[in-house]
């Protein structure tokens, strides 16, 4: 249990205070003046709580039975990338560095992408327990999920980060948003077909099933 608390509580932690320091931690209370500023913060509280309340397993780094490749390598990419965002944001907003006219309609529609995204990601989390893993690989006993939301949609997690990341430069009016969505995409299509790669030579007919039935991100549409 101290384990589990550890896990999640250093990423929060982490969250909170690059989006501080970032802003300036002199000035917090300017900082929460603002409600879709404020609501971002309460999102990554409040999903914290979830994934406590209902023991969701988040570790990400649990290795499998596949080889990694340079997996480790843009993951440490992409996560020193994002925290460097995640104070970069707050620091350019309060300056008015790089940012969209109208603030207030994009730091709300980015704050409703945020919380659709965390929505969305706690939902897969709750179905994929102990097979969740940043990396693509097959762990021991691995299941085809096939139910809740995965019974839909067959990447959940990449539309989560589809819907998160960009709404996060939004509620910072970034500019940024542009390449953020570029390079998530991006990201994102290779990380897919990585997967359904892995999946189909996995479990061969039963995934060529699931996949004929579903859509890979957006139902109707993608």
């Known amino acids: 249990m101290a384990r589990k608390l550890l896990r999640l509580a250093l990423p929060v932690f982490a969250f909170l205070l690059a989006v501080l320091t970032g802003w300036g931690l002199s000035s917090w209370r300017e900082y929460f003046a603002d409600g879709a500023r404020a609501g971002v913060m309460l999102i990554a509280v ?46 350019a907003d309060r300056r008015q560095i790089l940012t969209l006219h109208h603030p207030q309609i994009w730091r709300w529609m980015g704050l409703t992408l945020c919380a659709l995204g965390v929505a969305v990601r706690l939902l897969a989390l709750g179905k994929l327990g102990k097979q969740f893993s940043a990396y693509v690989t097959i ?14 949609i067959r990447h959940p997690l990449y539309l989560s980060l589809l819907l998160a990341g960009p709404g996060f430069a939004l509620v910072f009016r970034s500019l940024l948003i542009w390449p953020i969505l570029a390079v998530t995409l991006v990201f994102i299509s290779v990380r897919i077909r990585q997967e359904e790669r892995l999946l189909a030579t996995e479990f061969g007919d039963a995934f060529a099933r699931y996949h004929a039935r579903t859509w890979a991100l957006v139902p109707c549409i993608l």
């Open 139 to 152: 762990q021991e006993g691995h299941e085809l999920v096939q139910s809740g939301i995965y019974g839909v």
């Open 46 to 91: 409040f999903a914290a709580g979830i994934v406590l309340l209902q023991n969701l397993d988040i570790y990400i780094l649990r290795l499998g039975k596949s080889k990694l490749g340079s997996q480790s390598w843009v993951l440490l990419t992409l996560t020193v990338a994002s925290v460097g965002l995640l104070w970069f944001f707050p620091f």
